[in-house]
């Protein structure tokens, strides 16, 4: 198999001033490579049989009475490839985010927007055979953090992809087409380029909105190579 060489331009810096949380979390030395074990390197694999039927379904998977979270129903979808553009199948991706509100459901949040009963935030699903995944769920919500004295985050969504191993794993978030917010954001401006930022952004598709349900947006994820999704957080 030929790899193409990475391109390190392509991915933002691990110290960015602006996004302040990263200057404790840099490497303040230099990085050491660490030999992978058996198991890291290995295992485990997963299957369908580890997922139920509203695992990737945000919309009802954490509805305690049966109803819908609230919110502008999307369906995100795509195409786990490689730098070739071959499918990529059984890759477990694993997404989390704010509700409509742009709220988390977490015990650290602390913005004042409400929580939705019918809302978890949390889904995963496994890429079939021809490397196709897809999540039901609401558009987040755009929520303040405090970074700069005004700073807001767009409205995203976070991925994990895990490969055949856990030591095969891309940690990364979309952002939605027309979003006016993608371009105030301190984190989104750590990237070097406004393709690199382009390669994030969720593309709306007319063609796969479900007509009174749910408008579409697609977005594929690239493994590595030279078209590479971008790591968060890439420490080089």
């Not at 230099?30 to 945000?58: C, H, I, K, Y």
């Not at 049966?66 to 490689?82: F, L, T």
Request: aromatic share 12%.
């Amino acid at each position: 198999m030929t790899y193409f060489q990475r391109d390190r331009s392509w991915h933002p810096p691990a110290f960015f001033p602006p996004y302040k949380t990263s200057v404790r979390r840099s490497p303040q030395s230099a990085l050491v490579m660490l030999p992978e074990t058996l198991s890291e390197a290995t295992g485990p694999v997963f299957g369908q049989s580890a997922l139920g039927p509203l695992d990737n379904d945000l919309i009802r998977n954490f509805s305690p009475s049966g109803e819908d979270a609230i919110g502008p129903r999307i369906i995100v979808y795509g195409r786990v490839e490689d730098e070739a553009g071959r499918p990529v199948p059984g890759a477990l991706i694993e997404v989390w985010q704010a509700n409509a509100g742009g709220r988390y459901r977490h015990a650290k949040e602390g913005y004042v927007a409400p929580l939705d009963p019918n809302f978890g935030g949390c889904g995963r699903c496994i890429s079939d055979d021809d490397g196709w995944y897809e999540f039901r769920t609401v558009q987040p919500g755009p929520y303040p953090w405090p970074n700069g004295p005004n700073d807001w985050r767009p409205a995203h969504i976070h991925f994990s992809i895990f490969g055949r191993s856990f030591t095969q794993r891309l940690i990364t978030q979309i952002y939605f087409e027309g979003d006016p917010m993608i371009w105030r954001c301190p984190i989104v401006s750590s990237i070097p380029s406004k393709e690199g930022i382009e390669s994030l952004i969720a593309v709306y598709d007319h063609a796969a909105t479900v007509p009174m349900d749910a408008r579409a947006y697609r977005w594929d994820i690239v493994l590595r190579g030279r078209r590479r999704t971008m790591f968060e957080g890439d420490a080089r």
